[in-house]
């Protein structure tokens, strides 16, 4: 578990200094560019920017004055150096105070984008760089400052937030923070989403005014308009992006002796899953239902670390079985039958085994639908358990309480008091099948012992993936 500094480091990386104001590095559904989301009126300089009734650019009288600067005069500073991106276009909204400026693509932002609605006990940290602070720190990674809010009960409207600060501040320690991004920080799963981009104070004349944002909608609505790529990670367009990162192990003994069996696995996935019509984000708009856990929002599902188990899976389970092609509409087919075999509960929180039943299981709904011989997969980190298969008896011996349950939860733990599937823990299993058995390995190169390395994953993992119980 992660502690809320570690957190808002992630969304430092991604808070840059932009003019007189701040935005947010993101990367959309491709490695051609990215973006910097920011206020409109911190790039154009709005004509009615300033005015205690300038709400949006629906109601600004002074729409004349907002023209756009030419790239080459608009300053970006990224954090924690200052190395200096240059925009190469720039897409405003007509309504909202909302822009988008296209940067060159940076390989390493991690940060996602959060369209779910905001709990009003969610944690958001408003990130930007204030002027007071320019001022008084010469280096820019001095420079940047957080806010800890909290969502308002004011009703929203669209496309427009709004949070109360914790803390005494002024006006003009908040003057910077505009185009500076709204975090939403959850220590429990280890994430950090974009929830909005903050764009001005409710009341000028409040020394704790309210901080007003804008929605994510209103720059997925001008991503639309100019046919850009989504703000969705770019690992969840295409397996390809998970493919270096699967099976990965930093304690093996010799760094090669898996070699021949990453060129088996990847075989398998540029004979099978590359040519598929399938991504994680098809799998997500079809099967998002048979993914989530208990009280899991959809935005959980876009960690990397679900989609590089999950095609971990899939390679072990195509090397087993093997399918001669994948036909038109066939990859459809296989799906379906996969989330009828297996369901998959993941978390990217460190969850150890004992607690599995009461914080993974216990409560998730449709566990008890599943058919007699289909199997639940945890894709968790945390300390593991003795055998990849979890001891049912243990997991159905004690029933926790849960604090304040709704009636529909207690109707979910009265069907799932008993766990009668069987529990596989995916890391142990990859831990004792592969890593464990490097020195089985070692020796069979892929030119003279392909039969042999697919035959021995074959016997390492078909007892426990194809039934053989």
Known sequence: MSNVTTLQDIAKKHTVKLNTGSGVLLNGATDKYSYVLTAKHVVMKCGSYGQPNCVDCSVCSNTDSCNPPKCTEISIEKYPDGTSLVPTEIFHSEKWDALILMIPYQSDLSLCASFDEIE???????????????????????????FD???NNQEEFERKLFFRNKSI???????????????????????VFLVGIENRMDNAEADHGHICGVMLNAYSDLIEEHNLAQLKPLHLTD????????????????????????????????????????SPLTILEKFSEKLLAYRQEHQELQHANLWIWFLEFL??????????????????SYFDEIFDL????????????????????????????????????LLINGNQPPNPILDKEKLNKHNPDISKPSSEDIATVRLNKNIRN???????????????????????????????IVNLLKAKYAPYLAGED
């Open 120 to 146: 009003h006990n969610a944690s958001i940290t408003l990130l930007g760089y204030p002027e007071n602070e320019r001022k008084s720190e010469p280096e820019l990674h001095s420079q940047i400052r957080p």
């Open 315 to 332: 390679t072990i389970r195509l090397t087993i079985q093997p399918l001669k092609s994948f036909t038109e509409g066939g990859e459809i």
């Open 149 to 151: 809010l909290e969502k």
């Open 239 to 278: 397996f390809k992006y998970s493919q270096k990162h699967i099976f990965y192990a930093d304690d093996l003994l010799n760094e090669k002796s898996l070699d021949g069996v990453r060129f088996v696995f990847s075989e398998v996935i540029r004979k099978h899953i590359l040519p598929s019509k399938e």
């Open 169 to 191: 501040a002024d006006r003009e320690s908040v003057q910077g923070f505009s185009g500076g991004g709204l975090f939403e920080i959850d220590t429990e799963t280890d994430s």
């Open 342 to 377: 297996y369901r998959f509960i993941f978390s990217n929180n460190a969850i150890g085994y004992k607690h599995v039943y009461r914080d993974l299981l216990l409560q998730t709904p449709g566990l008890d639908s599943l058919r007699d011989e289909s199997k639940i997969i």
């Open 422 to 452: 069987n529990v596989i823990h995916w890391v142990k299993l990859n831990n004792d099948c592969l890593f464990e058995s490097e020195d089985e390995f070692e020796n069979l190169n892929v030119i003279d012992h392909e039969r042999e």
